[in-house]
């Protein structure tokens, strides 16, 4: 931008505890066309004095030199000027504080208090504070205004929805009711999925106590009515290419193949059981044919037969194994979620069946997901239903061919032997995804889901923010291939997921990123003269938006692109950026930094910080008045997958004497916006001890950290002894060249 | 060895049907033992009783003395976290237990519900009514001055037969009781194997057990201790005292009238008259306050009333209200004494049948338990100083052992020797 309007706030301490004329000059040295200062600049008249200002001065761009960019974001909107903010207040004033010996008095005048041999403390406080607004008019010089990407083609604005069960009926019917297209594939013949085999289910809604009728059947009558909804059943999904707006998305009915475009998908292909016969042992199913699985007596209660698979005799009582291969790390690890409900359920069937039948649960924990409480205490009141916590411990036959449930760990304080007709397993689910890509795409980085095995095979996502993305963009998941879900929770994440599929497709008409940075309307741009074909950014795109032509160039698809940065971050060529982010931009701002004569006796740090966890937490740190040292100054990225290793070279070589990264936790409850970006960074770590051995420098100089958004308690100290760890090393040598 | 289960769902749905229909609620959290002002660390309760009722096991609760020591305060019931109202539970369960003690069942089954009450009244009332005719030969004339007899076998009702009713039926009361409390206590027996030589004799029985038990009781110390408001606790006392009042007096004038030929009505200066009308204002104001207190209990949802209770605490009073009418009506001259008179032998006949059958009978049962409990706590300690309950540990800890040993293998098993070697050791020592 060229004229730049630069506005210091001398509010907030800002004023107090510094010289605003020395910022002032240092905004002017940098080179902007108008600059002023005032208190209270984010009150009524100072949001005034910068409209006017920027009237006035026909500024095309402001730098606001005040409170922390996480702040006062809605006050410091001027329509389409950009906006700047340099960070005085938490990252400066109540972030910075003189080293007091206990029992002493901070002395009233900071220029007072020695630092260095001739240096006082607020020559170094100054020096901050001017390095920050001359890095803020730099980032404003060399930004760009993005322009939303814009397709030639036309987009698509349906949905397609994988799988006709309650989920994926839920989906359609919610994207039909918003106003849009729905295309439903079910590769059985009829609608409905597991649920409309069952005699009963547990209702959806208040009070969550009783029994209904299959909800299925509703949901199939308003799909089949709903003119905005296609139905496509006997039908499997053999390929899917392109990106959002623009699937191309062929399927097979009969020997036939078609292909239709589509918008974005919706993936509700839910679960199957598990394996049973993996379960002879211990629990003898296979071994006595009166050991069933919840299945096969859901399918007994819904054909009404409660007779043994054995002798046909009546079912007078029935023992649930709750947990039956699950929560076991030789069979499924994890818990269901609904199986505690569904014996619960079934006990009632079979209770209601017979008002002399016993029903025994012998469960690990109750566990009643939700309001389902309800349900269990109902149950619970049923004088034939007898539930102790309990450890299966073995099953025999007795002589009067009875089966023998032995169970230890009860809430009875003993150990319990239990004769009964039918004994029935809890076995758990199994999402489609576990072992079949289920979406067939025709991407670089391969079909389906990747890596899975954080969440045992479902195709769940960072479920600290975000509940319904994939690691695809514009496919969203629903329903049990989700997560282990209940039918009322389904459809709830049924309706998520088709409202995400519709704001994706909003976003793909107005040409900007779809999540998690929606307001963003740069994409990257490659300059692909100089790419050497190297595939870095098309292997580490963490959301396969990258694709390679013949040759091994990478093909973008902005539609698939989250902006993490990611690419342009791996790029040793440094041909990514954005048009209001890029590698040019960065070093720029490090280069615009003073950098003292050597035996200065004080160090420079350049810190990059996540945006999204660690300059919150510094934030919160500020806020606490906790203290980090002078000589750090923080530049906020979007993530760390996006830092170049270009920055660290320019930073080291210009004499600085360190760099710190703050990433975000990585690893299996990894809380990065962008999946993998810390975790790459990590990983390049190895290209930056390189460089240092280049430059002939300690590895130690550089290092990376992971801060979770609550440690702010914790970044002080990590930054502490960043700054021990090179005042054992020294000063760096390049500085003064 | 796991214990066998097949639980029995008539007794759930007794309970449940019985005032307990909270029973399968408890999920074990045992706070309920916790709160519990009389539930001690060795004898904990009423958790464990809760999920016994709630599993069917019948045998086990009936061997189980908890069930009696609970007195009700209902501070489990406010404190449960899930509504299973264990104050009510366990009321649901004694009354389970009146049951399982009583012979005939149809008798309790009459004590119990609505329709037995026009039953039994109309039982009492044709009994005495029956025995006025025969003794007058016919419908009486009603005499004035009002008096209720002269004499063994004179007057509106003379003593003989109203001895010839009540007579049989304490009889008949005291031999299902006997019945009833040797019951309970073979089955509280089973619950502790007691060795042979830590049973005391009878005199012993009597001196250090049931002695110190009926004192506790006549002092209500652990009706005080269960944390129960001053009208419960008063209330109770009073009406016990009153029947004790009652029975002593009843007993003089029993002696006085039949073998003595000191006919009644006595003169109200008369010290056993005295001592009598005492005791009838007693059990009145008695009454009142616990039928004041349920009121009051039932309405901020501490309790639940079962039919049983009500109909006990209002057949006291009305026995109270009833004798003390007649007297005054007597004295007042009024001919509507003789009505009232046939009304007041009404409830005591049923008040006195009830006993075994009736929530009356908790006056058997509690006792025996409280007895039982002072005895076996102190068999306990007995057996604990000199190490035998360690010793009978010891014996079940070596069984476990030698199972053990049965499926160890190698090191183990030598270690699982030692262990019992160990543990000889410790025995000898």
């Known amino acids: 931008m ?11 301490n800002i004023g107090d505890r510094l010289e605003i004329a020395d910022l002032e000059a240092a905004a002017n040295e940098q080179g902007c066309a108008h600059c002023a200062s005032m208190p209270f600049l984010c009150g009524k008249e100072g949001v005034e004095a910068i409209k006017n200002a920027i009237k006035e001065n026909e500024l095309d761009s402001v ?18 000027i950009p906006v700047e903010r340099v960070n005085l207040r938490e990252g400066v004033v109540w972030s910075r504080w003189p080293k007091v010996e206990e029992g002493q008095e901070v002395p009233e005048d900071e220029s007072q208090i020695e630092v260095a041999e001739g240096v006082s403390f607020k020559d170094e406080l100054m020096a901050l504070a001017k390095d920050y607004v001359r890095m803020g008019v730099v980032k404003m010089q060399k930004y760009a205004p993005p322009e ?21 009926l839920t989906a359609a019917l919610e994207v039909a009711k918003a106003g849009y297209e729905a295309v439903i594939i079910e590769k059985e013949n009829e609608l409905g999925g597991f649920v409309a085999k069952m005699k009963k289910q547990l209702e959806v809604g208040h009070p969550y106590r009783n029994l209904q009728e299959p909800i299925t059947k509703k949901l199939i009558e308003e799909v089949q009515a709903n003119d905005k909804i296609q139905v496509i059943t006997g039908a499997t999904v053999e390929k899917i290419a392109g990106a ?5 998305v062929t399927y097979k009915q009969g020997g036939s193949e078609e292909t239709i475009r589509i918008g974005t998908i919706v993936v509700a292909t839910g679960w199957k059981p598990y394996d049973a016969s993996k379960l002879e042992e211990p629990y003898g199913y296979g071994k006595y044919p009166d050991v069933v699985t919840n299945i096969q007596f859901e399918e007994m209660l819904a054909k009404g037969e409660l007779k043994r698979p054995s002798d046909g005799s009546p079912v007078k009582s029935v023992a649930f194994i709750q947990c039956a291969g699950q929560r076991d790390p030789d069979h499924l690890p994890y818990c269901s979620g609904v199986c505690c409900l569904a014996s619960l359920k079934q006990a009632k069937l079979l209770r209601e069946a017979d008002d002399e039948a016993k029903a025994y649960i012998f469960y690990k924990d109750m566990r009643t997901m939700g309001i389902y409480e309800n349900f269990y205490q109902a149950l619970q009141d049923d004088p034939g239903v007898f539930l102790t916590k309990a450890e299966f411990k073995s099953i025999s036959q007795g002589d009067d061919g009875k089966l023998v449930v032995e169970v230890t760990q009860t809430l009875l304080g003993e150990d319990l032997a239990v004769p009964v007709d039918l004994v029935v397993l809890a076995t758990g689910m199994v999402p489609t995804t576990a072992d079949d890509p289920v979406v067939p795409l025709e991407y670089r980085q391969g079909p389906g889901f990747p890596e899975l095995e954080l969440f045992y095979g479902y195709a769940d996502s960072n479920y600290i923010c ?30 998520g997921a088709a409202l995400k599929a519709i704001q994706c497709l909003k976003a793909i008409e107005a040409g900007h990123a779809v999540h998690p940075r929606t307001w963003d309307y740069a994409y990257p741009e490659f300059n692909f003269k100089r790419c050497t074909q190297c595939k870095r950014c098309t292997e580490e795109c963490p959301f396969g938006a990258l694709d390679d032509d013949p040759k091994g160039t990478p093909m973008p698809n902005p539609t698939r692109c989250r902006r993490c940065g990611t690419c342009f971050g791996a790029c040793p060529e440094r041909v990514i950026g954005f048009k209001d982010y890029n590698i040019d931009m960065v070093s720029s701002m490090i280069k615009a930094c003073e950098m003292p004569e050597p035996d200065y006796g004080l160090f420079r740090v350049v810190a990059f910080i996540c945006e999204n966890d660690a300059w919150p937490a510094l934030d919160m740190a500020a806020y606490h008045r906790n203290s980090f040292p002078l000589s750090i100054r923080f530049i906020p990225v979007r993530c760390l997958g996006a830092v170049n290793v270009a920055w660290v070279r320019d930073a080291m070589s210009g004499g600085w004497d360190g760099v710190i990264m703050l990433g975000c936790k990585y690893g299996e409850n990894y809380q990065c916006h962008f999946v993998k970006g810390s975790e790459l960074a990590n990983r390049r770590m190895e290209n930056v001890a390189e460089t240092l051995q280049q430059l002939a420098l300690e ?5 990376l950290h992971t801060v979770a958004i609550d440690e702010y308690d914790k970044v002080p100290q990590l930054l502490q002894e960043f700054q021990e760890t090179l005042e054992g090393i020294g000063e760096s040598p390049f500085k003064g060249w | 060895m796991p214990t066998y289960v097949e639980p029995d769902l008539k007794f759930v749905k007794g309970v449940i049907a019985s005032g307990g229909d909270t029973l399968k609620r408890c999920y074990q959290c045992a706070t309920c033992a916790v709160v519990c002002p009389l539930s001690t660390d060795e004898v904990p309760f009423p958790r464990k009783q809760m999920i016994l009722a709630q599993w069917g096991m019948a045998d086990r609760i009936a061997k189980d003395p908890a069930i009696w020591l609970c007195h009700q305060c209902s501070d489990c019931t406010a404190y449960c976290p899930r509504g299973a109202r264990p104050g009510d539970v366990l ?3 004694r009354a389970m237990a009146i049951r399982e003690y009583a012979e005939p069942k149809f008798l ?38 009002v008096r209720f007899s002269h004499g063994l076998f004179h007057g509106f009702l003379p003593v003989a037969f109203v001895d010839a009713i009540f007579l049989p039926l304490a009889g008949f009361v005291a031999l299902i009781s006997i019945r009833g409390i040797s019951m309970m206590w073979r089955q509280l027996n089973e619950g502790f194997h007691v060795p042979e030589a830590y049973r005391p004799t009878t005199g012993e029985m009597v001196s250090n057990y049931i002695i110190p038990a009926i004192k506790e009781i006549l002092a209500h110390e652990r009706f005080k201790k269960c944390g129960v408001n001053f009208n419960r606790f008063t209330g109770h006392r009073f009406v016990l005292w009153a029947f004790i009042i009652l029975f002593i007096v009843t007993n003089i004038v029993f002696i006085g009238a039949d073998f003595l030929g000191y006919h009644t009505p006595w003169p109200l200066w008369n010290p056993v008259k005295i001592f009598a009308n005492l005791g009838a204002i007693i059990l009145i104001y008695g009454s009142i306050l616990l039928i004041q207190n349920r009121k009051a209990r039932e309405a901020e949802g501490a309790m639940k009333g079962a039919y049983a209770d009500w109909f006990l605490l209002y057949l006291i009073l009305f026995v109270g209200l009833t004798g003390l009418g007649a007297e005054i009506l007597r004295l007042l001259n009024l001919k509507i004494a003789y009505p009232m008179y046939i009304a007041h032998l009404a409830c005591v006949f049923v008040l006195f049948l009830g006993l075994p059958f009736s929530k009356f009978a908790h006056l058997l049962y509690r006792t025996t338990v409280m007895v039982y409990d002072r005895y076996i706590t102190d068999v306990r300690a007995k057996m604990e100083a000199t190490g035998a309950l360690a010793a009978e540990k010891a014996e079940e800890s070596e069984e476990a052992a030698e199972e053990a040993q049965e499926v160890a293998e190698g090191e183990s098993q030598e270690e699982a020797a030692e262990a019992t070697e160990e543990k000889e050791e410790k025995k000898e020592a």
């Open chain 1, 148 to 168: 939303p990407y814009k397709p030639e083609e036309e987009m698509s604005w349906k949905v397609l929805v994988m799988g006709g069960g309650v989920t994926g």
């Open chain 1, 699 to 703: 590895s130690e100089r550089v290092v």
């Open chain 1, 466 to 495: 975000f509940p319904y993305e994939t690691r695809r963009t514009g496919i969203y998941t629903a329903g049990c291939v989700h997560q282990p879900m209940t039918t009322a929770q389904a459809m709830e994440d049924a309706a």
């Open chain 1, 63 to 80: 730098v606001i030199c005040a409170c922390s960019g996480r702040v006062n974001y809605d006050v410091f909107d001027f329509g389409n």
């Open chain 2, 108 to 145: 309790w089954s009459l004590y119990n519900n609505l329709g037995g009450l026009i039953v039994l009244f109309g039982l009492a009332i044709s009994v005495i009514v029956a025995a006025i005719l025969i003794a007058n030969k016919g419908i009486p004339e009603l005499e004035s001055p």
């Open chain 2, 91 to 93: 009321a649901a369960i």
């Open chain 1, 2 to 12: 060229e004229k730049i309007g630069v506005f210091i706030c001398t509010s907030c």
């Open chain 1, 244 to 248: 959002p707006g623009f699937f191309d």
